[in-house]
């Protein structure tokens, strides 16, 4: 496997469900990423880390706890979501957390809240 | 208020035409990405321009920055089914966090 890989890339849950978003990099890279993607809306960077230490945290709900137990796997716990949080989330990583760096991102988990 | 806009929202046009999106902003920015989405999948970078008034080139593409470097274009010659997909510009405002903002994107579709 090669890249950065999500699983699951598809998901459905109700609003008392807890459930886990997880991604994998197999690039070395030392910055990983999550990001929501909503429909006619811009990505919102949710979520960053750097050698597994969370450096950045915009303003996202409680109920969207990451973690990251080392620079190769990024998690995203849910817990008492909202329809609104219906949106497929996208993770990616980088070399290093730098404005030139490229960002590679995984395929996404569409995640539909009921 | 986004601080990065993309027009045209949407784009169809039919295969060997020519075509530009933009990408404008009110803020500087110390670097800008292009990306391209396709269904399924998460973005892909196509260039990173860091130069006011840079121009670079991929095959039939053409990327530009701003001699302000608060814009953006990129224009495609002749083009092929095979570019449709959701473009997508990215910077870093200069002397803010490393953090890419993004604009929300226009849906090309190349018609054969």
């Known amino acids: 496997e090669t890249g950065v890989t999500q699983t699951p890339r598809h998901l459905v849950m109700g609003m008392t469900n807890k459930k886990s978003l997880k991604c994998e990099q197999h690039l070395g890279h030392n910055a990983m990423y999550w990001y929501k993607q909503s429909a006619k809306k811009p990505l919102e960077l949710m979520f960053v880390y750097s050698l597994e230490e969370r450096v950045e945290n915009n303003s996202v709900p409680s109920r969207f706890s990451p973690e990251c137990p080392n620079s190769s796997h990024l998690f995203l716990h849910l817990h008492t979501l909202q329809p609104e949080d219906s949106a497929l989330y996208l993770c990616?990583?980088?070399?290093?957390?730098?404005?030139?760096?490229?960002?590679?991102f995984g395929p996404g988990t569409r995640l539909t809240v009921l | 208020t986004q601080l990065l806009e993309q027009s045209p929202q949407f784009l169809s046009i039919q295969e060997g035409e020519n075509l530009t999106v933009y990408c404008n902003s009110s803020?500087?920015?110390?670097?800008l990405q292009w990306y391209r989405q396709e269904p399924g999948e998460g973005p892909v970078l196509l260039v990173t321009?860091?130069?006011?008034?840079e121009v670079k080139k991929l095959k039939r593409l053409t990327f530009q920055f701003g001699d302000a470097r608060k814009d953006s274009s990129l224009h495609i010659t002749a083009a092929q089914p095979g570019d449709t997909g959701l473009y997508l510009c990215?910077?870093?405002?200069?002397?803010?966090?490393?953090?890419?903002?993004f604009g929300s994107g226009t849906q090309l579709t190349v018609l054969p």
């Open positions: 321009v860091v130069t006011g008034g």
């Open positions: 803020s500087v920015f110390s670097s």
């Open positions: 990215a910077g870093v405002i200069s002397g803010s966090a490393r953090q890419l903002t």
């Open positions: 990616a990583s980088s070399q290093e957390i730098s404005s030139t760096d490229e960002q590679f």
